[in-house]
């Protein structure tokens, strides 16, 4: 990771959320195990923070969980270790980044996946450019249909809405 930052320093570099969660569930699997409540609801705040959508809902989150009296100060600091890189591994702070709409460590996942089938130490340079322009074309493909399903949608859902609008309109009329 760091000589990602140092090589690549405008590089947006993601740790994967679902690594993280593992991470977390096995630093604090005691508070499942526990017969109290409010424990296991502390578990489930703690292992839901790499998934968290806003990053006000993050902070509200870590600072409940920094208050409870059902962590000790190691648990503590290392939570509070892990948020000082929050960008990396909160799906609510890596939306705010340019991405090219990758801001799921899953998807991120994936393409590593992908070039790992492609790719081995026994390939020329060139040949992973080739490979890395395939995979982009097949990717801007997905892309574009992506978009066109969601103006489809976005089409029906207007078409539903002016449809709704005057059926309201008849019903006022009459």
């Known amino acids: ?85 929050i960008e990396s591994w909160v799906k609510g702070f890596m939306k705010k980044k340019f991405c090219c709409g990758m801001c799921s460590s899953s998807r991120i996942e994936s393409k590593h996946r992908i070039l790992k089938q492609y790719l081995d130490s026994g390939k020329r340079l060139s040949e992973l450019f080739q490979v890395v322009k395939e995979l982009e074309k097949m990717e801007i493909s997905r892309m574009e249909n992506e978009i066109e399903r969601f103006r489809k949608k976005e089409k029906n859902g207007a078409k539903r809405i002016l449809l709704l609008h005057c059926k309201r309109l008849i019903l006022i009329t009459f």
């Open 1 to 85: 990771m760091l000589a990602i930052k140092d090589v690549f320093p405008k590089a947006t570099n993601f740790i994967c959320s679902w690594h993280v969660q593992q991470n977390l569930k096995k630093k604090y699997s005691y508070l499942n195990r526990s017969k109290n409540e409010e424990c296991k609801n502390l578990y489930r705040k703690i292992i839901n923070l790499p998934f968290l959508n806003y990053p006000e809902e993050f902070e509200e989150n870590v600072d409940k969980i920094l208050d409870s009296i059902h962590l000790n100060n190691d648990l503590k600091k290392y939570l509070k270790e892990k948020a000082r890189e």
